[in-house]
Each structure stands twice: as structure tokens, then as C-alpha cells.
């Protein structure tokens, strides 16, 4: 089945610092590519997204880039602030299977 | 407008109560979707509608039981829950297969 695995938290990093957070996935044939972010007590927001290789979403400062030869769609961020402080989750969501599956969550904190 | 709107925000319920989820979408979106999220895990799907027709019902106890009453709204009833099934209770729509937009979900505990 589909999985997608995301690198494990939590991430701690300094305000402005430079941000990745990896995610790798397994699926049949062409899946499309989120992340959205959780702050705390509040439901997922969409944050980018990519429905084809090599597309690149990006929103907020952040970028994902959907890799197929790698299958992969690293979360980046050039300096991030304290108000990024949540918890990341990449997902795809199987057009032919019509269910979406979700990484484990990646915790943010950045501290200023 | 990208809205969906849960309520109530927060649910207390005995495990011989029943009690009602509500969600509503105004997006024109047709196929909509319950997951239930445990603490520092990520979304677990429930259920999915497609043109108000229950379309995946991913083996979830008789304790819950979804209606879709159009296409706008989605209820999730709740009957004789446990303790384990505290959680937060998330609401999605989308149009058809497509990037899921969720609500703020509602926040259960069970005593």
C-alpha cells in the first residue's frame, strides 16, 4: 500500500535559522503531494501543494518540490520565525484509490 | 472561501450518552470526509463520502455512524463510546479526489 515517511521529530531550531524537514513516499501510480501544518489546538491547515513531478509548491515562505525519481518532497524554509512553531504533516493523497495517507508529523519549535 | 466549519469546539459525553458531530462545507465540494486524530499521531481515516453516498468505511466500530444529509453537511453520531475514543474529530471536504481542506475539528473526551 501507500506510506509516507517523514523525518522524525521534534526540531528545534533558532529564529531565522534555515528549515528541512524530509518526506519520502511509496505509492502506485500518480500521486499528489501536501504538507499541511497543526498548531496547537486547531485542525490541519493546507500549507503547498504539488500534483505532478517537478512541480514546486510554495506558500508562506515555504517550498516542496516533487521529486519522482527520488520520491521525495522536502519541506524547506529560508529563515523561520516562532510563529512557525507546529507540527508539519506531508501526505498524498492515491487518485486511484481515492484515500489520502499521512506521515507521522514532524514538531516545529523554533526559539527566538 | 475555503471553510470548514465544526461544531460544537468541544464534547464531554458520558459512555451512555448520545450526542451528535456536525459539519458543514460551502465550497460546493462533493466528497467530504471524517478522520479521528490521537494526540502527536497524525489523521486516521473514518469515513468518505462521495455525492453523499458513503463510499469508504474503513472498518470503524458501529459506535460511530456517519450521515451525509446533503451535500453541504455531514453528521457523525456518537452511541455508547469508550474512554479510548477521546480524540480530536476532524471534518474534511474536497472536489471529488482532491486536495482535502479540514476543519478545526472537535475535541471528544469520553468519561
Known amino acids: 500500500g501507500d506510506s509516507v515517511t517523514q523525518m522524525e521529530g521534534p526540531v528545534t531550531l533558532s529564529e531565522e535559522a534555515f528549515l528541512t524537514i524530509n518526506c519520502t513516499y511509496t505509492?502506485?501510480?500518480?500521486?499528489?503531494l501536501f504538507w499541511y501544518v497543526q498548531y496547537p489546538g486547531e485542525g490541519l491547515q493546507l500549507l503547498l501543494k504539488?500534483?505532478?513531478?517537478?512541480d514546486k509548491g510554495s506558500n508562506k515562505g515555504f517550498e516542496a518540490t516533487y521529486r519522482k525519481e527520488t520520491t521525495s518532497f522536502h519541506l524547506e524554509k529560508g529563515s523561520v520565525q516562532v510563529s512557525d512553531s507546529a507540527v508539519y504533516f506531508c501526505?498524498?493523497?492515491?487518485?486511484?484509490?481515492?484515500?489520502?495517507?499521512f506521515g507521522d508529523g514532524t514538531t516545529l519549535t523554533v526559539k527566538p | 472561501d475555503t471553510e470548514v466549519t465544526q461544531t460544537p469546539k468541544h464534547l464531554v459525553m458520558g459512555m451512555t450518552n448520545k450526542k451528535s458531530l456536525k459539519c458543514e462545507q460551502h465550497?460546493?465540494?462533493?466528497?467530504m470526509y471524517w478522520y479521528k486524530q490521537k494526540a502527536k499521531k497524525p489523521p486516521e481515516l473514518m469515513f468518505v463520502?462521495?455525492?453523499?453516498?458513503?463510499?469508504i468505511n474503513e472498518s470503524v466500530p458501529s459506535r460511530f455512524s456517519p450521515e451525509c444529509p446533503n451535500s453541504s453537511l455531514l453528521n457523525l453520531h456518537l452511541h455508547a463510546l469508550q474512554p479510548e475514543d477521546s480524540a480530536l474529530y476532524l471534518c474534511?471536504?474536497?472536489?471529488?479526489?482532491?486536495?482535502?481542506?479540514f476543519g478545526p475539528g472537535t475535541r471528544l473526551l469520553v468519561l
Open positions: 465550497m460546493g465540494h462533493r466528497a
Open positions: 474534511a471536504s474536497s472536489q471529488a479526489v482532491g486536495t482535502q481542506y
Open positions: 505509492a502506485t501510480g500518480y500521486p499528489s
Open positions: 501526505a498524498l493523497i492515491n487518485t486511484n484509490a481515492g484515500k489520502s495517507t
Open positions: 463520502y462521495s455525492y453523499e453516498k458513503l463510499s
Open positions: 504539488a500534483t505532478k513531478a517537478d
